[in-house]
């Protein structure tokens, strides 16, 4: 069976790359912003799946590995910014706090129409930030693609410590997905 990343995500690539995957990339297409939902794991998850199971109905005798991230601060989900301001804004909101980073999964496979999916958390203390070197941030990396205004760049540049499975590393947890592409007949 033909194995299919849902993403262009470099990061996510890695993650396959690492897994020694032969896959292929078909980013789907979805309206993320039609998802809802109060619980950002259970979000995370519902927005995986909607991915997974788009481009699996497209692609027969197929597994599916798709993959959503998102950023919350207290009680607010961060997703992708809608400008630079909004990400600047993010990024000095997480100066001197915990932030966590949630990673969801799902794999889709398309000639069972079996679904498997989790989220996983990660937590990052931020140390104080400057408006400086915020600034420097944003001009190196691609902000406004990445939830929360930040990759694994940046949360490594940021943060204090760690603590979790450090999906945010892969946007993918790799762990999970070992177990799931196992479940699907894959040999990993």
Same mark, same amino acid.
């Given at each position: +069976?033909?194995?299919? %990343? ?6 996510? #690539?890695?993650? %396959? ?8 990339? /078909? ?5 993320? #912003? ?11 998850? #519902? ?10 109905? #497209? =692609? ?11 950023? /919350? ?9 809608? =400008?630079?301001?909004? *990400? ?30 989790? *989220? ?17 941030? +944003? ?10 205004? &930040?990759?694994?760049?940046?949360? %490594?540049? &940021?943060?204090?410590? &760690?603590?979790?499975?450090? *999906? ?11 177990? &799931?592409?196992?479940? =699907?007949?894959? =040999?990993?």
């Amino acid at each position: +069976m033909r194995i299919i %990343l849902a993403s262009q995500s470099a990061f996510r #690539k890695r993650a %396959l790359d690492i897994l020694g995957l032969k896959y292929e990339t /078909t980013p789907s297409s979805i309206d993320e #912003k039609a998802i809802r939902d109060s619980d950002p794991m259970a979000l995370a998850r #519902k927005l995986s799946e909607a991915k997974a199971k788009a481009v699996g109905e #497209k =692609n027969p005798d197929s597994i599916v590995i798709a993959s959503d991230l998102l950023v /919350t601060l207290g009680n607010k989900v961060y997703e992708k910014p809608e =400008n630079e301001e909004d *990400a600047f804004r993010m990024l000095r909101s997480y100066s001197g706090k915990e932030v966590s980073v949630i990673t969801g999964l799902a794999i889709y496979n398309s000639a069972t129409m079996k679904l498997l999916s989790t *989220a996983v958390k990660d937590t990052a203390k931020f140390r104080s930030l400057t408006d400086s070197e915020i600034r420097d941030y +944003m001009a190196r990396y691609p902000v406004l693609k990445c939830a929360g205004a &930040f990759e694994g760049d940046g949360l %490594l540049r &940021f943060s204090e410590s &760690f603590s979790g499975k450090l *999906a945010f590393l892969t946007a993918l947890p790799i762990n999970e997905l070992v177990l &799931f592409l196992r479940e =699907n007949g894959v =040999n990993v």
